[in-house]
């Protein structure tokens, strides 16, 4: 409102000889409407992007297609990998049903998984996916296409697929991670491996689990990662002590610490005439108890296994770490 509008809207009171100028009451002011914010904070967010959906990689036990791959490319006389945007030849033409426009994944098989972090005799084989094609001309025996997404570097040979349809789970408003929850008593399993070689992974990284279809795990399920209470330490083991059990302590010329030091071994018994306490048998007899470290979140699902997404860390999560469904 102008100073000149507002001066006509006030009221003018005589008192004692002087014109007072009084303000509009509250009920004549326009209030501003409200404003509602959406913040990244109230937003639906997806689990995973483009990257982790499309370039996670699988252990699957059924047989896979190796007839369809990529057997030329336009620049092979110069380079041997490809990328972006790079041309190759595909032996999928039009008597193999192909289209232009058509989008097919480029999968590698790197072997048969062998690890001691699960309790399952026979996971299968690891597929790394290594990007994505896009038809660009079809032909009678191979079709041209041009890379559209590269998880890694393409070579001739590299199988190719259709392309499976993926969708993120979406991101839940789950509050801060409980890291004190009691187990949910449903399935439990083993990280049996990371993508990229990593043994001690963290959020937004790629982890394979050795629960799948048969243990009725589904795309877009939690799960809890946890470990045994103590265990976990890389580089030194739980059964150590810090000061050994024989050691009596510091003695000096005047105090004389002796065996009443700090430092000194705790005895067992009511009078303190039994054997030395150690760290490790103190933890003997008590209730079974676990350190939770994180959250996945499954985003493909295989026969014996499923390919996850790490949401949530309290601290790196480790190849060999259990899992339990939420």
């Avoid at 232009?100 to 999968?107: E, I």
């Avoid at 008593?185 to 799948?212: P, S």
């Avoid at 589904?218 to 209470?229: A, K, N």
Wanted: include cysteine; proline fraction near 4%; charged fraction near 25%.
């Amino acid at each position: 409102m102008s100073p000149k509008q507002f001066l006509k809207r006030s009221l003018s009171v005589a008192f004692c000889g002087l014109a007072v100028t009084v303000a509009p009451s509250l009920a004549q002011r326009t209030e501003p409407t409200p404003v509602k914010l959406i913040t990244s904070a109230t937003k639906p967010m997806a689990v995973a992007g483009r990257t982790n959906l499309y370039c996670a990689g699988y252990v699957q036990s059924s047989p896979m297609d190796t007839e369809s791959r990529i057997v030329g490319a336009v620049e092979e006389q110069e380079q041997f990998n490809y990328a972006q945007n790079d041309v190759v030849y595909v032996n999928m033409g039009d008597g193999k049903g192909a289209r232009v426009g058509d989008m097919l994944a480029v999968v590698r098989p790197r072997g048969r998984v062998s690890t001691k972090w699960t309790r399952k005799s026979d996971l299968g084989f690891y597929v790394q996916e290594v990007g994505a094609l896009e038809v660009i001309r079809v032909k009678g025996d191979v079709s041209v296409a041009r890379v559209k997404l590269s998880c890694d570097s393409f070579h001739l040979g590299d199988l190719v697929q259709p392309m499976p349809e993926r969708t993120s789970p979406m991101r839940e408003d789950r509050g801060i991670l409980d890291r004190f929850a009691d187990p949910s008593g449903k399935a439990t399993g083993r990280v049996f491996m990371a993508r990229d070689g990593v043994e001690a992974a963290t959020r937004d990284q790629i982890v394979y689990i050795d629960l799948g279809a048969e243990d009725n795990v589904e795309v877009g399920d939690y799960l809890t990662v946890f470990r045994p209470l103590g265990k976990g330490n890389l580089f030194k083991g739980d059964g150590g002590e810090t000061v050994r059990a024989t050691d009596a302590g510091f003695q000096s010329s005047e105090y004389r610490g002796g065996t009443f030091s700090i430092q000194a071994p705790r005895t067992a018994g009511e009078r303190a005439g039994g054997s030395v306490v150690t760290t490790e048998n103190a933890k003997k007899g008590r209730p079974a108890l676990r350190k939770i470290v994180g959250e996945l979140v499954v985003l493909n699902v295989k026969e014996r296994t499923a390919t996850a997404v790490i949401t949530r860390t309290a601290q790196e999560i480790h190849t060999g770490d259990w899992v339990e469904l939420q």
